[in-house]
């Protein structure tokens, strides 16, 4: 707690932990608000601090911090005026963030189990361990018996070192990382629909569009920053926000307007959708036709409940006429039926994505990916803008938001997945030998089949395959679906697991070596945000103790396993380098990124970066110059430069509430808290402000159930059970039927109760929809 | 010795006005919102009549649509 040095005693830090909890809950009433004032008032008098930017170590927004620090400590946080993601706001998370590195309980040094307690040990010890057995593993069991699962949070240079570790000098794909959990339907969203991952837009779309439509998006609480800035338009040129969503939150009541669907049915609304478009005749014809065909695909593909469950689609070219046929079964007048909303409000939506005249932005991110069907939601909001032509121009186009400040950054760019290589798959020739040569490998070391996604990697973690685990900066035992299975598997003698993070977690618990890693500020490094936006930032505080960046840590691990020519980093400028290697898998219009002194100067840069440009508006001839096709628009992702409306049915969710089991259960966040807590629940104010998790209940089902706010209530599933107070018209309002629960407590573990089925393309679990019952505990 | 916090919205306009009224009562801090009518109030006192003495004038306060208490603390002086 010495963030602010001027407390000199009790009192006044009561007084100072008061004041930080009134803004918290005007935070969360009104996101975006601003009390920088507060910062500044924090700093000693007469400090003489130095500012350093650099990105925000939370969510996927990106937003610029200056953190300023005196006398080799940080002591306040800021929001950065000169970035153009957040224009000085930031939301109560950011302002606070440097407050956990504090924590009593920082990891600061190596612990080594032995006889059944942790040992402290001293780093390089420990990193001989984490060698020895991890070569000892391969020599007794073959290499793809090791494996490692890094994080949305690792910088660019630790996912880069991590890939080439284990993809170029190892040898094996057993790399995945948590970004499958929120992020993995995006990809292969904007892969089948455009060949080309990420979104096409930018921000500055804000400060353009009419209508902003989220889907399954509560915005309000998990990019607060953006949401502000909707808000802000909303108040300035009378913008308006619709919120179609299976649960009534801050986004919905700060929304013009808030339309509720049963869960899984999005995916038949949106055909609805499309179904009026054609019906109205409000389809971009020419847009069409110059820049669009249709595919599609293979149906009941079934849910990925089984082990070792494999899928493959088999995409198959259709008409329009044919396309217009499909999504006749899709009239509002059939949809309302089962999806619970209104003919009226489908036909309303319709008529917003419709009208040439609105620029509309259609915002998503867990609702929409975190679905057994999650590739298909993507393509479905694709299909709307592709047939409305409403795509890739200022205030026009579909825009997939990520949780993690490096989803982008790291686990899609430079590729910490199992299939991914920085440029391309490892199923591609081309991008094997492209990375071969870049890592100077022999290009046979580079497997060409994908192994396993981050759900089947700890199954097989479960059956014994896996006998050696590496976690970097994210914490499975809390966020994978159905935590009791995986739990028990990670504590079977049969695998050695290493554990680095920056404080001890239900993960590390399980560990054999717990490593100490540096926190984002401890250590240089640098992340992409939602928009494309790659930011870099200089260390600006030493890290306590012991701990070290993960990238370091790599690369002592690959020293000692006898990989040292392949990483030969200097300790002081690794970063630097690591970057100034990985650029080169992007070079060229379509990718460039920015180089080093640019990002060391600007707050960010979009990547493609070309003769010295950020690129806002991919594939629009006027913005973005790897349009080579001569016409307006050119998705250059596809071999013949057009993208794809995809035919999706809609298809029921794997579990559905029935006489034993008879409530939906949604799970997510809240804004007080970043993912499972372990950084935010360090924070006194925010975990003060959101002490614990919850049962979420419509008033109509606690009454009936006799349920009063704060009882105890145990909600269980076939597969497990957890038992959270009771909240009614509180946060959040789910529908009739519906129960939701935070997932940010570790003390109250909601994944032991939800199901381990995934999107069969994407491989994205769905924590959003199972079936359970509740009752008073 | 209760601290208290509270969330305070200002009538539309009449910010300035609330946060010279808070100033000027010598148990009120205030932090105001750069972008909202709204302002943080943290409430210092040496005993909860005094705290509901000092509430009471707050809400006397014609600037003031609406005070919503977060949280309390009870400490002994420093």
Redesign the interface.
Known sequence: MSMYKSVT???SF??K???L??????AS??P???????QE?GIPEGANLDWKKGPCRFCGVGCGILVGTENGKAVAVKGDPNSSVNKGLLCVKGYHQIMCIQSKDRLEYALVKKNGKYVKTPLNEALDIVANKMSETIANHGKDAVAMYTSGQSTIPEGYVASKLMKGAIGTNNLDCNARLCMASAVTGFLTSFGADEPMGCYEDIDHADYFITWGNNMAEMHPVLF?RML?QKTRRGVKIIDFATRTTRSSTASDRSILFEPQTDLAVANAICYEIIKNKWVNTSFVEKHCSFSKGLTNMGYGLEDNYKFADKPEKIDFEAYKEFLKDYSPEKVSKYSKVSVKDIKYLASLYGDPNKKVVSYWCMGVNQHTRGTWMNNLIYNIHLLTGKISQPGNGPFSLTGQPSACGTAREVGTFTHKLPHGVVMNKKDREMAARIWKVPVEKIPSKPTYHATEMFRAVDRGEIKFIWTQATNPLVSLPKTGRYRPAMEKESCFVVVSDVFPTPTSDVADVILPAAWHIEKSGLYGNSERRTQHWDKMVEAPGEATADAWMFIEVAKRMGYGDLFPYSKENHVEEIYNEYRQFHEGAKHGMAPLEVLKKESGAIWPYVDGKSTQWRFNAKYDPACSNGEAFHFYGKPDGKAIIWQRPFEDAPEKPDQNYPFWLNTGRVIEHWHTGSMTRRIPVLH?AMPNAYVEFHPDDAKTLGVRNGENIKVSSRRGSCILPASINERGLPTKGQVFVPFFDENMLINDVTLDAFCPISKEPDYKKCAVKVEKA | ?P?????VHSISGKKEELITALNNLSQC?V??????D?L???T?TANEQEEGILIEKIEAINSLKLL?L??G?N????
Do not use: H
């Open positions: 005693n009790r009192r009561i007084k932990m008061a004041m909890s009134a803004m918290t809950a005007a009433m009104f975006g608000i601003l009390f920088a004032s507060e008032k502000s802000e003060q | 010795m601290i208290k916090s509270y969330v801090e932090v105001s919102a750069k972008n909202q709204v943080a109030l943290v210092d919503s977060v949280s603390f400490t002994p002086q420093n």
